[in-house]
């Protein structure tokens, strides 16, 4: 590979990055301008966040009960099993819940966006709506957007709170008591590890709708190209999410001192 190649594939990396977060931009700006398409966002909402309760719920059912069930295994030799609920708690609450909430919504979610925007491009429906003077954005992009921004959070409490709950029924085997298991989340847990929760899946959510809405809305090559669109949203909200994951954390971090 020579160096033509590679500064052709770094303008090509950029330009996209920068379209990236034009697209961000200008969706986010759009968020307080009317008209505000109140039936368009509850209908999204019902789709992508709804929709996604059962997944999220079951990832979050058996995640709970495989952290409680090492949880156990490590504490039992050191007779401390009563703080396995603690450890589920705060390690769903801060991490696992945010993250797996997240990854299963971008998969199930993020390529239903961006084939439904997809198709919709290739048959040439978005042409059509910005020869009527729509603006694109407004009308596809931030319904979807602001869908994300509120079911995504609602998502991971669900999904926190039943990995609680499955943590609970696994350690019941272990003879421990409702509250035993309940005096364990606050000595591991403080009010800034709930914030962290809750900030975390905004963000995913953000970006699992900007990734999708802009990959669907660049899709080319008709009915083969939204499948390959489709992937490729996954595919990038997935590793998003997780590198971003790494840098809000270590933010909290330096806040918490």
């Known amino acids: 590979m ?8 770094l ?14 931009g200008r969706a986010f700006v759009r968020i307080f301008r009317r008209p505000f398409y109140y039936r368009e966002f509850t209908i999204q909402f019902d789709k992508l966040g709804f929709a996604s309760l059962f997944i999220c719920t079951l990832t979050g059912l058996f995640s709970g009960m495989v952290m409680a069930l090492q949880s156990l295994i490590q504490l039992k030799p050191f007779a401390a099993t009563s703080y396995v609920g603690g450890m589920v708690a ?3 609450v801060k991490e696992l819940g945010p993250v797996l909430a997240a990854l299963m919504v971008a998969g199930r979610v993020g390529s239903a966006i961006t084939a439904e925007l997809g198709t919709m491009v290739v048959t040439e429906q978005v042409d059509a709506m910005r020869v009527e003077g729509t603006d694109i954005i407004k009308r596809l ?3 979807r957007l602001k869908a994300m921004l509120l079911a995504l959070p609602l998502l991971t409490i ?4 039943v990995s609680i709950f499955g943590g609970y029924i696994m350690s019941a085997g272990y003879n421990i008591n409702p509250v035993m298991y309940i005096s364990g989340l606050p000595q591991f847990m403080v009010f800034q590890d709930l914030i962290e929760g809750v900030t975390k899946p905004a963000i995913f959510g953000a970006i699992i709708a900007i990734t999708a809405c802009y990959v669907g809305l660049n899709t080319k090559g008709g009915a083969a190209g939204v499948g390959a669109a489709a992937k490729q949203a996954v595919v990038l909200s997935s ?4 590198v971003c994951d790494f840098f809000i954390s270590k933010i909290f971090v330096v806040f918490r001192g």
């Open 90 to 92: 705060i390690t769903m």
């Open 158 to 161: 669900v999904t926190d709170l």
């Open 239 to 242: 590793v998003m999410i997780l």
């Open 2 to 9: 020579n160096f033509a190649t590679i500064d052709k594939v």
């Open 141 to 143: 992009v931030v319904p």
């Open 11 to 24: 303008l090509i990396f950029f330009q996209e990055l920068q379209n990236y977060f034009s697209l961000a």
